[in-house]
């Protein structure tokens, strides 16, 4: 069982691990072990996510998803299989975490009254600058 939080557990049934030889430093060894794991989730039809935190989920990263609704990580950070599992099953943590709060709505507001009479100051002082460059006149 892969806890999110209190309130949102994924099973292990729902996780689908393939592992791969990784690329990178690594001797001999790198090319007789399948240390890369490669995590496949299906967002869409998961059952531990409530319904406003998987919508929030599939719209916020629909570019990682396939078209199936699966969401595909891999991890080659480790040179163990192990380390990298739980690579995975961090990063998807992370991922999930990230949307369960729901975004507050902003209140658009308005200046307030000092922030408007500096304005207008500010406007005045370039005013009176500008009108000091000006040759004088000469009324006749």
């Known amino acids: 069982m892969l ?7 994924i099973a292990d049934s729902e996780l689908n691990f393939s592992f791969a030889r ?4 690594g001797g001999q060894n790198v090319n007789k072990v399948n240390s890369k794991a490669v995590l496949h989730w299906n967002a869409t039809e998961s059952e531990a996510l409530p319904p406003a935190v998987k919508q ?4 916020r990263y629909a570019n990682r ?3 199936e ?7 080659q ?3 163990d299989q192990a380390g990298n599992i739980e690579d995975c099953r961090q990063r998807l943590i992370q991922l999930v975490l990230e949307v369960v709060k729901a975004p507050v709505k902003r ?8 922030a408007k009479q500096r304005r207008l100051q500010g406007k005045k002082e370039n005013a009176q600058k500008k009108q000091q ?8």
């Open 3 to 9: 806890e999110v939080n209190e309130h949102i557990q």
């Open 56 to 59: 929030r989920f599939l719209d």
């Open 77 to 79: 950070r480790y040179r």
């Open 65 to 67: 998803l396939t078209k």
């Open 69 to 75: 609704g699966i969401l595909v990580l891999h991890s």
């Open 107 to 114: 209140r658009p507001t308005k200046p307030g009254k000092g």
């Open 133 to 140: 460059r000006q040759p004088p006149r000469h009324d006749d």
């Open 22 to 25: 990784s690329g990178g430093p």
